[in-house]
């Protein structure tokens, strides 16, 4: 069954470095989304991606995130700085037709900042 | 601010049960409905989306709609303990989606 990829599973990284999240969706999928989940909180909206641009984005997702569909499979979340408060799980998400609105979340990648 | 509120719990009901969860939600714009489960430590899984009012079937869950009260309820029939996880429930207004806090249900064998 066809799932959604992410790597690393875990990454740790000092803050102030920039850190690169990396998802491979569901291939033939057109809709890609990042979330993070920060420990015992909700899953939180930051980005969705449609058509190789931004289609929304969260108050959360500043100037320090940006995204990118580097080729045709994977799709990846930048953080440019790191803040000891970007600690969390963050889930990459495919949907294969807006009319259904199911979309297939990753694993997910544990960020920890220190 | 779009919101969806969810009672945290815990829920616990004994195994076979009925367990009901449920949702408000405060933007009348959000068009579609889901529900999502989400082990300890893993990714949520969808198990159902609604958009119409309603109820919508699927196995032991069924999904309800009130468009007017704005509320979204998940019903699991037969409960297992398989089914202990936390309950997200979600909606979406265009390509922007919104979850809940989650309820813990835990069923007890």
């Known amino acids: 069954e066809p799932e959604v990829t992410q790597t690393p599973s875990h990454q740790v990284t000092q803050m102030g470095q920039e850190v690169i999240l990396r998802c491979v969706p569901i291939?033939?999928?057109?809709?890609f989304y990042w979330y993070r989940q920060i420990l015992g909180q909700k899953v939180e909206f930051l980005v969705s991606?449609?058509?190789?641009?931004?289609?929304?984005k969260s108050e959360i997702f500043d100037d320090q995130f940006s995204v990118e569909r580097p080729d045709g499979s994977n799709f990846t979340l930048k953080i440019r700085s790191t803040k000891l408060e970007d600690s969390a799980m963050y889930f990459c998400?495919?949907?294969?037709?807006?009319?259904?609105?199911?979309?297939?979340f990753g694993p997910g990648t544990r960020l920890t900042v220190l | 601010q779009k919101e969806v509120e969810q009672n945290s719990g815990p829920l616990s009901v004994p195994e076979g049960a009925i367990a009901s969860l449920n949702c408000t939600y405060s933007d009348r714009g959000s068009q579609s409905f889901f529900w999502y489960r989400q082990y300890s430590g893993k990714s949520p899984e969808l198990i159902m989306f609604i958009y119409s009012n309603g109820d919508k079937e699927d196995g032991r869950f069924t999904a309800q709609l009130n468009k007017a009260s704005q509320y979204v309820s998940l019903l699991i029939r037969d409960s297992q303990p398989s089914d202990s996880a936390t309950y997200l429930c979600g909606s979406n207004t265009g390509n922007q989606f919104y979850f809940g806090t989650g309820t813990s249900l835990t069923v007890i064998p």
């Open positions: 291939s033939n999928h057109l809709y």
């Open positions: 991606f449609y058509n190789n641009e931004i289609s929304e």
């Open positions: 998400a495919s949907m294969g037709d807006s009319s259904y609105n199911e979309q297939f």
